[in-house]
């Protein structure tokens, strides 16, 4: 049975965009890019909310990383060969292979995926990320924690939600960075 992991870049304070919307403090370095890289490797399938699926379909496009370094041109490769549903009640099209739009989020859909698939699932963006937290679908979560405090804005993390997790990995990089990798507790 395939994984579902959350994962997602976030301030000190818990977000993952500032109160203007703003990532820009979160744009991981080489060394945090080829470590994500690693752990994207193993992601069949991307589960996104409309507004994550904008952000996240730059990759899609050649001709704007044709010019990039090859840990960016890697990642492009990693996402591109993986499948995408995008949930949106509005998103008419999408402008990226392998990629098809569903309506609602419905979690007996995500659970026969999940027991269907080979390779793991990721959940992205934390809006979509929270209905598959309340689910009790997702069974591992990524955070990769920035030094820098934003006062609010998106966060990363569902309000409301009791989640027990055990921390499975962790590590520091040279940026600030710390990666904190928990699986969802069994108790």
């Known amino acids: 049975m395939a994984k579902l992991i959350y994962s997602a870049i976030t301030s000190l304070d818990g977000y993952v965009a500032d109160e203007d919307g703003n990532f820009d403090w979160a744009e991981p370095d080489e060394e945090v890019h080829r470590f994500v890289n690693d752990l994207e490797r193993r992601v069949g399938i991307y589960l996104y909310g409309r507004r994550m699926y904008g952000v996240m379909v730059a990759w899609e496009n050649p001709a704007t990383l044709a010019d990039q370094p090859p840990f960016i041109q890697d990642y492009a490769e990693i996402w591109q060969a993986a499948d995408k549903v995008v949930y949106s009640k509005t998103l008419q099209t999408v402008s990226s292979a392998r990629t098809r739009i569903e309506r609602d989020f419905d979690p007996a859909a995500v659970r026969q995926m999940k027991a269907k698939a080979g390779p793991d699932i990721s959940v992205g963006g934390p809006a979509l990320a929270a209905q598959a937290i309340k689910a009790g679908l997702v ?26 997790l055990e921390l499975v990995d962790e590590r520091s990089f040279p940026n600030g960075v710390v990666y904190l990798h928990h699986r969802t507790a069994t108790r």
């Open 139 to 164: 069974d591992e979560c990524h955070l990769f924690v920035s030094p820098v405090v934003v006062g609010g804005g998106n966060p990363s993390l569902p309000n409301h939600v009791r989640w027990n």
